[in-house]
């Protein structure tokens, strides 16, 4: 485990961000426009010098070197349309709302899509497996863009269950959560529908049914511990999926998180807010690969056994 560990810090996750960064600081600096571009013109002199304050007047080499000895030490630089504001001061004020949004959906994707796969895998070719696929073909079919306007519709608007806007108390969570976790739910239904109709087929599980276990115990305690091995293997980038993707909810439900922030950084060109914010979401997801690597490798000792090998 702190062999796998050590290899997917230090050998991968290192050149990939370092990768990461290079290629997102020369596609912003190369990108047409100023981030003190405003309606109000400005004189070159006053440009001359925003420009000289910030680095920016330095060669593209020479700027990255430097933003990445800041980023080494911590620093992720200053906002350069929002004066007196750091990067670190926006991604802390929006990136919990972020994460919180993603945890829930999250929970929410593994709470129904594990249950729908299982059923559906023990109820294989039945009413139940028709049920369950077909409504994770839905899920899997209808994009959180179009399942959020619908859910506002019908159960805030028409119905007026749930608010449409806003995040200040725990059911305004609703709708945005339903939103986001939902095609992820879809697809780890059927990952665990896979799983599992491959473990209930193998010997043990034979076995263990000709010892008189009820089903219960052959599918939850036994079949269950590989057949979400997939489900394991799927949530690594899922859960950084649920963290990016919640832009466009965001957007929907007025919500106060990394995707207002983001957006605005794209558009008035703050070369050093979309950077923090590209090398946030870089370790987002080498962060939950790893642990995802390392859950699988819990549940399958055969995996370190392989790995150990080479």
């Known amino acids: 485990m702190l062999r796998t560990l050590f290899h997917r810090l230090f050998l991968q996750a290192l050149p990939t961000l370092f990768v990461l960064s290079a290629l997102s600081f020369l596609l912003v600096r190369l990108a047409p426009g100023s981030p003190f571009a405003s309606e109000k013109e400005q004189s070159q002199q006053t440009l001359d010098t925003l420009n000289a304050t910030y680095g920016l007047d330095q060669p593209i080499p020479v700027q990255y070197l430097r933003y990445m000895g800041g980023l080494v030490r911590g620093d992720l630089g200053p906002s350069l349309v929002k004066p007196g504001r750091t990067v670190f001061e926006l991604i802390q004020t929006a990136l919990p709302v972020s994460i919180q949004l993603g945890f829930l959906a999250l929970i929410f994707a593994i709470s129904v899509g594990i249950p729908m796969g299982v059923f559906a ?70 990952l665990a529908r896979g799983g599992m109709l491959e473990e209930l087929g193998k010997d043990y599980i034979r076995t263990a049914r000709s010892k008189g276990l009820s089903e219960w115990k052959v599918v939850w305690k036994h079949a269950l511990r590989g057949g979400i ?77 392989h790995k150990e090998s080479k």
């Not at 919640?246 to 998180?257: H, K, M, T, W």
């Open 121 to 190: 895998a023990v109820n294989h070719n039945r009413w139940g497996d028709y049920l369950c696929m077909g409504l994770a073909l839905i899920g899997v079919c209808i994009p959180g863009f179009v399942l959020g306007p619908l859910l506002s519709l019908q159960f805030g608007l028409n119905w007026g269950w749930f608010p449409v806007i806003g995040w200040e108390e725990p059911i305004d969570r609703v709708l945005p959560t339903i939103s986001l976790g939902s095609i992820y739910a879809a697809y780890i239904a059927r």
């Open 229 to 305: 091995q997939p489900v394991i293997t799927f949530l690594g980038p899922a859960a950084a999926g649920l963290l990016t993707g919640a832009f466009v909810v965001e957007s929907i439900f007025e919500i106060p998180g990394m995707g207002e922030v983001i957006v605005g950084a794209a558009t008035e060109r703050d070369l050093f807010l979309v950077m923090g914010s590209v090398m946030l979401f870089g370790s987002v997801l080498i962060l939950f690969n790893t642990i995802a690597d390392l859950l699988l490798a819990w549940l399958n000792p055969r995996i370190r056994l």
